[in-house]
Every structure is written in C-alpha cells, then in structure tokens.
C-alpha cells in the first residue's frame, strides 16, 4: 500500500504576499530602532572594548507594490556580524547583506552608544573615564558607501558679556557687593564625514574638539583642578558663536574629514532659553 504523500502547508508571509494600502508609493526608509546589543570597538592604540549599543537598521523600500519588508532580518543581519570588532569593512559588509537579504537598492546602518576616554585632573593629574555619547552611521547607496560619526563634547563656556560688565561694576562703584559673571555647561555636537580608507578614531575627534574649546568639563576635581578650571575659563571666555568657530577652524585642517556640521548648545545660566550656533563645511550637497 502506498504512503500518503504528507502535504507541507505553506506559512502566510503577508509582506510578500500581501497589498499595500496605498499602490505606487515608494519609501525612502523601512527598518527597526533601538535595538539592544553588545558591539565590541577598537581603540586608538589600545585593546578593543565591549560596549552596550542601541541600533538602528533600514533600507529603501523602492518596489511600490511590495506590501513591507522582513524586518526581523535587519537584527538577524546585524547580529551574525557582531562577534567581530566594529571596522569600516564590518559596516560595509553588514550593509552589502542588508541590501541582498532584503532587495533593497539602499541600507542603512546607526550605532549609538557611550564611548570611555582616559582623562586626567588639569593639576592634580589622577585619571578617571569621561563618557562620551557617540553614534556611528554607514550608509550604502548603490556602490558608493558614506561613513559618519558624532560625538558629543561636553565643556563650560564663560560670558565675555557678563565679564565685562562685572569688571565695569568693579572699577566704578567702589564699596558696593561684587558681581560675578555667568557661566554654564555647554554641549558640542559634531558630526563628521570621512572616507572608508581613512579612519578618524574617536579619541582622536573628541581630542580637537576639547582642544579648541579649551574648557572641557572635568571628571576628577580638587581644589588645585578648580582653581586652574577658573583660570582656563576667564583665559577663555565664549560666546555660543565663538564655540562654533573655534572647532570649525581645526576641523577645517583635519585632511581625513571630508565634510562636517558643528552644533553647540549653551544652556544658558542667566535666560531660560538656549543659546546656539549651527556650522557646516558648506560642501554642495553636503551636510547641511
């Protein structure tokens, strides 16, 4: 007697099968955000570091009679991957599978996570982690792959306005209370552009930035630090547009970044408000 052939019952897939709501409309971007993981980066100069990292994953939903995407694939993708150190190669390859796994003409890829950098006290010279916020960004159109990363640097900023009027108040009401000028912690947001041969290393962006600011903010602090943060301030008095202009100008002589945007944001000690200041390289078609 013959076996019964048993007949294996296809599982529904309705982003391949299904309609979508509205025909002939294409997406620039279909995918998954803050995802959950482990990334393990190299160091400038030292040995990799595991780091937990939220991300992001879309590609282009270019077929406007596909219904939807796979989404659980971008995971899957990413994480089959993440054993390995974070390269540009690892980003490139991680976007070729996007893009093959999913039939999609573009992919992308977000990392965000906090970054640790070795600081050291300005006087007392003992050393503790400062934690930088970081995303790192690929993007895979057609051959051509763009690699970006933002740091986030963290720095006091002293009025020049408020000093000088404190200074006048001094020299010409002699007797009365003194004033005191007002300052307040600040925020650097830069984003950079550089090429898949070219590499630019946190440590080493995060390392102009604080350089031409001058006033980052400091994690280990005794009164000697102090003291030597009040003289860096007064040295160094800013306004918001001041910020902008002195990271611009060493970015502008960084060969490995190809375009940039600064962003600093005074949070303003005296208005209930935000100062800011907003500069990029001004490459057409660039970062805006």
Known sequence: MAKKQSRVRKIPDMQEDGKP???????????????????????????????????SAYVSLSDPDKKGINMSRLPRVVLQHMANNITTDLIHNILIDFKKNLGSSESYLKLRFWYPIERMSLKSKEEAPKMYECVLEGKAQRDQLSLFLTVNVDYSSSCPCSQALVESLQKTNKGVPKGIAHSQRSKATVTVQFSHSNVIYIEELVDVIESALKTPTQVIVRRPDEKEFGVLSYANQKFVEDAVRLVSSELDKFKRVQDYVVVCNHFESLHSFDAVAIRSKGIPGGLR
């Open 21 to 55: 709501a509205v025909s002939g409309i294409t997406l620039d971007k279909v995918g998954v955000r803050n995802v959950h993981t482990m990334a393990r980066f190299a160091r400038m100069g030292g040995a990799p570091i595991s780091l937990p990292v939220k991300l």
